[in-house]
């Protein structure tokens, strides 16, 4: 975890933005990192462990108990001299949640087996030609509207960072997901690719944006909106944390008149496995319901007007070419182009 990161965090467990979070570095890591350590609530006691670079900053009832357990008793120590109870508060506080977060943890099994490769194909999916041609796209989208100057980014359901490492050029990037296993991994890829000065990866929860108001410059959500319990509190709380002027930049599946052949096609040939969260499919009119009352401006488009699995055939360079010109082409369209297989919204909050 960036130790700069640490004053915009506040404690999910009691929710208070003006309660920080302490913290304590057992070992310090590269590039301004650490390695392993804990945050501590000053306010509730509620503690977050920091092992192998990885922070996990959910409630208990998020926490694998083995894993929690095994990190209380090799840091048993410097937890004891700071007056941390590494035990009965977490056990009691996960028993109290029971129930609370099944839609996570569905979210996070699901993940921690495409992590853990339980499913065959996952490599294929997020390294495919239409997955990667489409995130170029959206990239290419994003970054020309925050510009070059460098700021403090947030991605939510970060995933393996496919979108993440391309903002880390020119900004700062703090991304987390629900799935422990997908976090480490996007570690390791981030120190093996030498990225660490500009990344932070952890584990946390959509449902609750554990940051103090103002905290980023911009927030990007690719994909993931359709994944959490509640995606209009959501989006409501990403305006909270932005700063004014600030962007949220979205990709979402959209409610189109073509889904019906996506489905088909994908109970034919499916190309990944979906584990979608209340909100399968998002329009702009639920958008603009979502954020009524914010001092926002929303811009919106669709794109993706083929079948993935053609895309898939081509190859990534024709792919990349096929979902340009196709976009182009069907946005011209007045009876087609709000019918994209993918809504792209940018969200510009109010200043």
Known sequence: MLKSLQ??????????????????VFRDGID?????GVLVCGRCGGWYPIENYVLELVLPALLNPDEAAAFATKFQPELRTLGVDATSPQREGALSDAGVFDEQIKQRI??????????????????????RAASSRYLRLW????????????????????????????HTVIGFDISKRTIEKVVDKALAQN?????????GDGGYLAFKPGS???????????????????????????VPGGTHFAVENNQTIFRGIFDLMMKIYPLWIEEAGAEPLISRAMVDEWCRGLPVAINSQTSIFLPPHLFNLLGFDLARSAVDWSDRICTLVPGLRHHGGQLVLETKKLE
């Not at 004053?7 to 304590?24: E, F, I, S, V, W």
């Not at 301004?32 to 392993?36: E, F, L, N, P």
């Not at 990225?195 to 584990?203: G, H, L, Q």
């Not at 990007?220 to 959490?228: E, I, N, P, V, W």
Request: aromatic share 10%; hydrophobic share 35%; with cysteine.
């Open 7 to 24: 004053p915009k965090l506040c404690c999910p467990t009691c929710r208070q933005p003006n309660a920080g979070l302490d913290l304590h």
């Open 32 to 36: 301004a990192h650490v390695r392993d």
């Open 110 to 131: 699901h993940f921690d087996h495409y992590a853990e490769a339980a499913h065959s194909g996952f490599s294929d999916y997020t390294e495919s030609p239409f997955i």
């Open 143 to 170: 970054l020309t509207a925050i510009g070059p100057v460098g700021g403090w980014v947030l991605d939510i359901g970060c995933g393996t960072g496919i979108c993440s490492f391309p903002i880390a050029e020119q």
């Open 195 to 203: 990225r660490m000065a500009r990344t932070t990866f952890f584990v």
């Open 216 to 242: 980023f410059d911009h927030v990007q959500t690719f994909g993931s909106l359709h994944h959490l319990p509640d995606p209009c509190q959501a989006m409501r709380q990403i305006q909270e944390i932005l």
